[in-house]
């Protein structure tokens, strides 16, 4: 059931209004889908894995919507685009396994690269909304750079760009030491 405002309006209800988590449901729902007619002998390998990455991706995403720190919500979004990742994999081997025929398989991974596409591009707007230095216990954070197609391209070294000695951390964040002046 849909909840509406006074003037009969759909109220906006959170997480669930994310074009991300939407698709991620509709992976979620497909790959459920997948799992149930794969054969008797991936019940408790190729099944039980497509189907907790799946749902492993929107949750992170609801989990990360609610989470106050703009970094906590990035670290969650980060865990849910590495799940939509390991989703795409179950379905690329189960297409190699021929469990899945090729229009199938199309559907699947084109959801699974929207799902995607759509978190980077949810991932740069929450950046895009911080201004001047990315700091967050005394260490410098940043995107890490790379080929991903709606990574923010406009921050310089001292808003928080990695600079290209950082280590990458956990979830393809860059940390650094913060020096300051003496």
């Known amino acids: 059931m849909k909840q509406t405002d006074k003037s009969g309006e759909r109220a906006s209800k959170g997480f669930e209004d994310l074009k991300a988590w939407q698709l991620a449901r509709r992976l979620m729902i497909e790959c459920h889908k997948l799992a149930a007619g794969l054969p008797a002998i991936e019940r408790f390998d190729l099944a039980p894995q497509i189907r907790r990455s799946s749902k492993s991706a929107m949750a992170n995403i609801s989990e990360g919507y609610g989470r106050y720190h703009y970094l906590d ?5 980060y865990i849910a685009r590495g799940s939509l990742n390991e ?9 190699d396994l ?13 959801l699974g690269r929207e799902a995607e ?14 201004q001047g230095h990315v700091h967050y216990g005394g ?5 890490a750079t790379g080929d991903v197609e709606s990574a923010p391209s406009n921050l310089t070294a ?13 979830h393809g964040l860059a940390t650094s030491s913060l020096h300051h002046p003496t």
């Open 73 to 77: 919500c990035l670290r969650f979004y």
């Open 87 to 95: 989703t795409i994999n179950h379905i690329i081997t189960a297409h």
């Open 98 to 110: 021929d469990y899945v025929d090729d229009r199938r398989y199309g559907e699947l991974y084109d």
């Open 117 to 130: 596409r759509a978190l980077n591009g949810y991932i740069a707007y929450v950046w895009k909304q911080q």
């Open 139 to 143: 260490r410098l954070i940043a995107e």
């Open 158 to 170: 001292s808003e928080g760009a990695p600079r290209a000695d950082a280590d990458l951390g956990q």
